[in-house]
């Protein structure tokens, strides 16, 4: 038990150092922007953070395979949901960047007449 807590704050702290990272190499939101570059710098950004979050549950599958803790259904929903929680959550300007797109300025595909 306290080896799966070990290990579950490891895979925690590496979030932690992980995410700012990721936040750091995009832009913070401009405004004068046009819609596609924000659009597809937030796309960027999404994908980014899905192929670390993919690459960081092998990571922590194999590192639990190495000392032999068996993950439960339980666990490892639980691992999933606090993973992605903290990885999105600390994509602050993505969050930004999504906010600003969807409310204050929405991203038009077709001009209404």
Known sequence: MILILCLLIIHTLLIFFIAPLIDSSFTKLHKTETNNQLLAESVAQLLVV?????ILDIFIKNINKYFGVHEDKFMRMS?????????????HNLIEKLNYISFIHPYKFMKSH
């Open 50 to 54: 899905s192929v670390v979050w993919y």
């Open 79 to 91: 691992v999933d949901i606090v993973s992605g929680i903290i990885l999105i959550g600390m994509q």
